[in-house]
């Protein structure tokens, strides 16, 4: 994360996301073997959603 800095911020979300989530941060921890936090799944879940809109964050 050179040069990036990060922004504190609250989102509110349904319970379902939440435990979505979860799961993903599971799934992505046991495929990279590196542990993955809340924020981090929330962070790559939005970088696929802007470059799937072609804007590279």
């Known amino acids: 994360m050179d040069g990036e800095k990060l922004v504190k911020t609250t989102i509110y979300l349904e319970e379902e996301v939440l435990e979505a989530i979860e799961e993903l ?5 046991k495929e990279t073997g590196q ?10 879940a939005l970088s696929e959603f802007f470059a ?3 804007k590279i964050l």
């Open 35 to 44: 542990k993955w936090s809340n924020g981090g799944v929330v962070r790559l």
């Open 25 to 29: 941060k599971k799934e992505v921890t």
């Open 52 to 54: 799937r809109r072609g």
